[in-house]
């Protein structure tokens, strides 16, 4: 396929939420004149370029790369991580999406690019809260990242996403900023924007806290809080990613991630510690 071709067919794919490269001339990005990619114009969703930073933790976290490693990416949107960790060498990935829009695109993307490998990707159209009735084998890694504060019951979700994660899980959410960090505000959305939940029921963490202390209830043992980011645009909203480990010392690696500290979470371990404790934590 030419490039102007590819380019047309891009386009018609509108709109996008990830950067992706497709052949050596030619990326996602470079389909749209600029202001064509601003959130305002671009149906409300943000453009970004995610490759960087993602295969940066992931090489720092697995220093001898992730060949063999099973993935699974929840709301997968244009399956763009399923891609980046098949070519760091992944043996399988799956994602899945609610909506045929984005999956739409991420075989469009499967198929047509040229620049890494794309078998063993496979990708699905369904709800994050029916991944159980897929039967999957449990994944090593799990990235749950842009959905948790889609869902009408997030604490179920992300449950089933840790039932399904032998390793590695990678949280990244939406938060409100609360002087008390172990809450969740309740919220209302509209399932006919691309990138919402589908249920209009949702909840967005107050911070980190809640989010730790669920994956510690999840059997997730090496907790780090990656960074917890203001949007420069509403100093009240923000971004926040915690990256959980089954094992003790799985995740040592992220020390060399600036800013990123490891969680002590020895306060949780006799059963039902004191709400000082729990305090004393962070
Ligand atoms: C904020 S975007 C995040 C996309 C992607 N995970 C990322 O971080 O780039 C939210 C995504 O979740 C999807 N989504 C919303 N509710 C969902 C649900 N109940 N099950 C599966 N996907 C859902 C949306 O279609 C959209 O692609």
Redesign the pocket.
């Known amino acids: 396929m030419s490039s102007a071709v590819l380019i047309r067919k891009i386009r018609a794919l509108k709109p996008w939420?990830?950067n992706l490269q497709l052949t050596p001339e030619v990326d996602i990005r470079c389909a749209f004149e600029a202001e064509e990619i601003e959130r305002a114009n671009n149906g409300n969703v943000s453009f970004?370029d995610?490759r960087d930073e993602f295969e940066s933790k992931i090489k720092a976290i697995y220093p001898d790369g992730v060949e063999g490693k099973t993935f699974l990416?929840?709301?997968?949107?244009s399956g763009?991580?399923c891609f980046w960790m098949r070519e760091l060498g992944a043996s399988k990935s799956f994602g899945?999406?609610?909506?045929d829009?984005?999956i739409d695109q991420a075989r469009f993307v499967q198929e047509n690019c040229r620049v890494a490998p794309t078998d063993n990707i496979e990708f699905a159209v369904?709800?994050?809260?029916r991944l159980r009735e897929r039967n999957l084998e449990p994944m090593d890694i799990t990235?749950f990242?842009?959905?948790f504060y889609?869902?009408a019951d997030p604490i179920q979700?992300l449950k089933i996403a840790a039932d399904m994660t032998k390793e590695l899980l990678w949280f990244?959410s939406?938060m409100i900023f609360k002087e008390d960090e172990r809450g969740m505000i309740c919220t209302f959305e509209r399932s006919e924007k691309?990138?919402?939940?589908?249920?209009s029921l949702s909840w967005t963490p107050t911070g980190p806290k809640v989010i730790v202390m669920m994956l510690y209830w999840l059997g997730f043992n090496d907790i780090w809080h990656v960074f917890t980011r203001p949007y420069p645009a509403n100093l009240k909203y923000g971004r926040m990613e915690i990256i959980a480990a089954r094992t003790e010392g799985e995740l040592d690696g992220l020390g060399s991630v600036q800013g990123a500290r490891k969680m002590d979470t020895t306060v949780f371990k006799n059963a039902v510690p004191a709400d000082d404790d729990i305090k004393s934590l962070f």
């Open positions: 939420h990830h970004i995610a990416d929840c709301a997968c949107n763009a991580y899945f999406d609610v909506r829009h984005w369904f709800d994050m809260m990235l990242k842009g959905i889609h869902l979700g990244n939406a691309v990138m919402s939940g589908v249920h």
